[in-house]
């Protein structure tokens, strides 16, 4: 009944590796969102998809892709793990342009080594 | 100018006591104002939000109230409890025509501890 998920919970990693958090939202959203939490709690914006279409792209390295198979789900690859990544990666969703309102899932905590 | 800032960075709050958090924004453009409440290890949950056009809302003991000549608004709590304990964040909807949709700028965040 988890209106949005995310897997996994936690993910420990060493520097250099590629891995990947899965997102999935059944609320029937059109538009989805990755943010960051850094160590300051501090929440931005990384990407936001409509449709399974890039609409929203913060000037994030392009060591993170992105991707959406369908509307329900929203996936972030990072490749070549770096220090700085450590962090807490939310997934949102939001109704679609008419509502404002975005739910968040848990988070994935990143910590690379 | 797409900066919301939040304060105070930190609140202690005795029980029963009245919780304010404050925000502050330049860009007039933005059209929506959300309040959100993170509970440790859990995800950001809206809590309360607020339209421009408006100047006060109010769910419960959660009031938000908004200053647009100011630029400001704020998040009181009424009747301060322990289980209102959490990280606050204000935010900000700015609207994007050119992909039409919105985006939420954060505020830096408020810890709040509610005392016995």
């Known amino acids: 009944d988890t209106a949005v998920s995310q897997t996994p919970k936690y993910l420990v990693t060493q520097m250099g590796n590629d891995k990947s958090i899965k997102c999935e939202q059944n609320l029937g959203h059109d538009t989805m969102y990755w943010y960051k939490q850094d160590s300051k709690k501090f929440l931005k914006i990384m990407f936001s998809y409509n449709n399974k279409e890039l609409i929203i792209n913060e000037t994030v390295p392009n060591r993170f892709s992105p991707k959406s198979p369908d509307k329900a789900h929203l996936n972030l690859h990072i490749n070549s793990l770096e220090l700085g990544d450590s962090a807490v990666y939310f997934c949102a969703s939001r109704k679609d342009y008419s509502t404002y309102e975005q739910y968040f899932g848990p988070g994935t905590r990143l910590t690379v080594t | 100018q797409q900066q919301v800032k939040q304060s105070p960075q930190s609140l202690i709050v005795q029980k029963g006591g009245i919780s304010i958090i404050n925000c502050a924004y330049e860009n007039t453009a933005f059209d929506y104002f959300p309040w959100y409440q993170q509970f440790p290890g859990k995800g950001p949950a809206l809590l309360i939000a607020?339209?421009?056009?408006?100047s006060e809302k109010k769910e419960g003991r959660f009031t938000i109230s908004f200053n647009k000549s100011a630029k400001q608004f704020s998040l009181h709590i009424m009747d301060s409890q322990p289980g209102d304990s959490a990280t606050y964040f204000c935010?900000?909807?700015?609207?994007?025509?050119?992909?039409?949709?919105?985006?939420?700028?954060f505020g830096q965040g408020t810890t709040l501890q509610v005392k016995p």
């Open positions: 607020i339209r421009p056009d408006v």
């Open positions: 935010a900000a909807s700015l609207w994007i025509s050119s992909s039409n949709t919105g985006k939420l700028i």
